[in-house]
């Protein structure tokens, strides 16, 4: 079992900044792959892959909407794994949930599927107004 622990969402305006910290522990040793999602609110919206990084060989893995302005990087002695967001636009706002992949190989699925996880947050609210 992994445990995670989500921590740094908040309220921003637009183009400001936030930095999301996911801790985790419990069996690290089977994390792979470890990373984020995210749905924004309102009924019917679905969780979306944000970006995730190999925790043995440091690839990262990034949606479209976030690249060139967001980052994923990690502390392996903390296990812990951060999302740096910039210039924030109003459709970041969000639930943002760490995720863990306890399998190195995707099997042709696309990465950002929400069945390729075995462990998830408890999610932090992110809010950008415009």
């Known amino acids: 079992q992994v445990q995670l622990v989500e921590s740094g969402g908040g309220s921003v305006q637009a183009g400001g900044s936030l930095r999301l910290s996911c801790a985790a522990s419990g069996n690290t040793d089977s994390i792979y792959w470890m990373g984020w999602f995210r749905q924004p609110p309102g009924p019917g919206n679905v969780r979306e892959g944000v970006a995730v990084i190999s925790t043995r060989g440091g690839s990262a893995l990034y949606a479209d909407s976030v690249k060139g302005r967001f980052t994923i990087s990690q502390d392996n002695a903390k296990n812990t794994v951060y999302l740096q967001m910039n210039s924030l636009k109003p459709e970041d706002t969000s639930v943002y949930y760490c995720?863990?992949?306890?399998?190195?190989?995707?099997?042709?699925?696309?990465?950002?599927?929400?069945?390729?996880?075995?462990?998830w947050g408890q999610g932090t609210p992110v809010t950008v107004s415009s």
């Open positions: 995720v863990v992949r306890s399998d190195q190989w995707f099997y042709g699925r696309r990465w950002s599927e929400v069945t390729n996880y075995d462990y």
